[in-house]
């Protein structure tokens, strides 16, 4: 037994058929593992749609940055066509490409004007209005219109 090669499913020895005699170096398994995917492996008869980002060798990072682009674009795409175009905080940072938190400081100060929205009226409340902050698209553009100048 001096020939026993430990390998990580097993042990191979050199005679027997179908075996590799190729020994795995001590960190290439843990390497292999690492460059899977994170989380729990799917099952092999669940179709995927999508493909990984992980199978073309880009990171977690990049498909992360590629969903909030398709989310960025899609409020804006989806309601081209309505006259008028309510967006949330997040929507309207992502239309002017700042903070939400400038945004914020925007409407309170009353730069933007918010749109109130009334909730009916149920035997939990008896009045109220919703608390996201919503925001006229209109009111941006016009707020960008005043914001420009004229060269001189």
Same mark, same amino acid.
């Given at each position: 037994?001096?020939?026993?090669?430990?390998?990580?499913? =097993?042990?191979?020895?050199? =005679?027997?058929?179908?075996?590799?005699?190729?020994?795995?170096?001590? %960190?290439?398994?843990? /390497?292999?593992? %690492?460059?899977?995917?994170? &989380?729990?492996? $799917?099952? /092999?008869?669940?179709?995927?749609?999508?493909?990984?980002?992980?199978?073309?060798?880009?990171?977690?990072? @990049?498909?992360? @940055?590629?969903?909030?682009?398709? *989310?960025?674009?899609?409020?804006?795409?989806?309601?081209?066509? *309505?006259?008028?175009?309510? %967006?949330?905080?997040?929507?309207? /940072?992502?239309?002017?490409?700042?903070?939400?938190?400038?945004?914020?400081?925007?409407?309170?100060?009353?730069?933007?004007?918010? #749109?109130?929205?009334?909730?009916?009226?149920?035997?939990? $409340?008896?009045?109220?209005?919703?608390? !996201?902050?919503?925001?006229?698209? @209109?009111?941006?553009? =016009?707020? #960008? /219109?005043? &914001? !420009?100048?004229?060269?001189?």
């Amino acid at each position: 037994m001096d020939n026993d090669r430990s390998q990580p499913g =097993g042990v191979s020895r050199p =005679g027997e058929v179908g075996e590799p005699e190729v020994t795995a170096l001590p %960190l290439s398994d843990a /390497a292999r593992r %690492l460059r899977r995917p994170s &989380g729990r492996p $799917r099952k /092999a008869s669940e179709p995927s749609s999508a493909p990984s980002s992980h199978s073309n060798g880009h990171s977690k990072l @990049a498909s992360s @940055a590629q969903v909030a682009e398709r *989310q960025a674009l899609s409020p804006f795409r989806a309601r081209a066509s *309505q006259a008028c175009e309510l %967006l949330t905080v997040k929507e309207a /940072a992502l239309y002017l490409r700042v903070s939400t938190w400038l945004i914020r400081q925007l409407v309170t100060e009353g730069y933007l004007p918010r #749109i109130r929205l009334p909730l009916p009226v149920t035997a939990h $409340r008896r009045s109220g209005e919703l608390r !996201k902050v919503l925001i006229d698209r @209109a009111d941006i553009d =016009g707020l #960008i /219109a005043s &914001g !420009k100048t004229r060269a001189a």
